[in-house]
């Protein structure tokens, strides 16, 4: 797909220097994503500090371009977010990217706004999701577990 313009260079340096790529060891918040039909691959980890806010967080993606750079943008949005926080993150990023976010750009932070190209190439919106979608099964998780040892 064509990546130009100032989004597309954004999406291209998260592919080519993604950030927090480093595991993140006995995370509190795991969850691995993938996409049979194209092999794409999402992991994330996360550490929480002492108040319950994520300290440490670590994405791994492997597939296409647009894949890699959604985890590392992604990745660069959950620090010091609550498991609530990154739930209504993932809800708003996702409502905003299929355009159907009420307060539109506002939604979502400035880190994330490049991956709006994607809207223009509908089939990659499976690709920009999956990171997200491991975060949302991540969280659940964790929260369950919580929720089970009370
Ligand atoms: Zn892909």
Redesign the pocket.
């Known amino acids: 797909m064509p990546l130009d313009g100032l989004y597309g260079r954004i999406i291209m340096d998260h592919y080519r220097h993604p950030r927090n790529r480093a595991l993140v060891a006995a995370p509190d918040i795991h969850a691995r994503e993938l996409n049979p039909f194209?092999g794409?691959l999402a992991e994330v980890q996360m550490k929480l500090d002492a108040a319950g806010r994520v300290a440490h967080v670590g994405v791994q993606a492997e597939?296409?371009s647009?894949?890699q750079a959604s985890a590392s943008m992604m990745g660069e949005a959950l620090a010091g977010k609550t498991p609530a926080e990154l739930e209504a993150l993932a809800a708003r990023f996702r409502d905003w990217l299929q355009g159907r976010s009420p307060e539109g750009a506002a939604d979502v932070p400035e880190g994330l706004q490049a991956l709006q190209v994607v809207r223009q190439h509908p089939v990659?919106l499976?690709?920009v999701l999956l990171p997200w979608v491991a975060l949302e099964e991540g969280v659940l998780a964790f929260l369950r577990r919580r929720a089970g040892e009370h």
């Open positions: 194209c794409d597939g296409c647009i894949i990659r499976k690709c």
